[in-house]
């Protein structure tokens, strides 16, 4: 497999894991009653996945001009998708170990206050030891305990969506211009429509519910437990999203080809 693959599979692995880890930075937040001190810890993973996706588009785009005639590039781009659920999975069961290592880093920056002095002290003996104890997976008791009645559907069915677009929105335009070299232009400039899809159902209908639960759960008018079961259910449906946007990439891309030939 050629090296510019290989570099954006391992970069779009890093945006999913980071992307999945982010459900339970709320659920520390709670926890520690430090909601911003938590996301603002947060922002420094946050700022490692940005800088991924500002290489990815362009490595890909790259390596799609340089290939015209690649028979495989489909093949390429579901694997680049699979890979994706596959670090969805993966940052789903490692959840309770960074729940616990950023539990640990609220409230000693809370003291501390210094972001320099948290930072030397996790790769300090200290703190490596910490993280190793920290290092857990979802119990098998807490997983048969959820109650799958109890899930917010309606979020999921969002959450399920948005995640689906955002995962094709930076695929399919490119993959479009690969179908069309003619309009390869125009396809890739039509990626941001495709996430502003995405982000509205995200701004609209998902992080203004999850935004009233946190505070409900602050003001004790909703359980730890409720708001728990919030998250998995969003971290399922992130999963199941990720998967379903195999189904999303051709059909997207033709109709990106549609609308860029419209234009």
Wanted: proline fraction near 4%; glycine fraction near 6%.
């Amino acid at each position: 497999m050629n090296s510019q693959i290989i570099l954006v599979i391992t970069l779009n692995f890093i945006i999913s894991l980071i992307g999945t880890l982010a459900y339970s930075v709320r659920l520390v937040g709670v926890r520690t009653g430090k909601i911003a001190v938590s996301f603002a810890l947060f922002n420094m993973l946050m700022l490692v996945s940005r800088i991924a996706v500002t290489f990815q588009v362009p490595i890909l785009t790259k390596y799609v001009e340089s290939n015209p005639g690649a028979g495989d590039l489909l093949i390429i781009f579901n694997i680049i998708i699979l890979i994706s659920g596959v670090a969805t999975v993966f940052g789903a069961i490692l959840i309770p170990t960074f729940q616990r290592i950023l539990y640990k880093g609220v409230m000693s920056f809370s003291i501390d206050r210094s972001l320099s002095k948290l930072i030397l002290h996790s790769f300090s003996k200290s703190g490596i030891r910490y993280i190793k104890e920290c290092v857990s997976v979802p119990a098998k008791e807490n997983v048969r305990q959820i109650s799958y009645r109890k899930l917010p559907k309606r979020i999921m069915v969002y959450n399920l969506a948005a995640v689906a677009l955002i995962t094709v929105g930076s695929l399919a335009p490119i993959y479009a211009g690969f179908l069309e070299p003619d309009l390869r232009a125009t396809c890739i400039t039509l990626s941001p429509v495709v996430n502003g899809i995405a982000t509205i159902l995200m701004t609209i209908f998902i992080d203004p519910q999850l935004s009233m639960m946190t505070d409900d759960v602050i003001d004790g008018k909703c359980t730890q437990e409720q708001f728990r079961l919030c998250v998995i259910g969003l971290v399922g449906s992130k999963t199941i999203g990720t998967f379903a946007s195999l189904l999303l990439l051709l059909p997207s891309s033709y109709l990106i080809v549609y609308v860029a030939g419209m234009i």
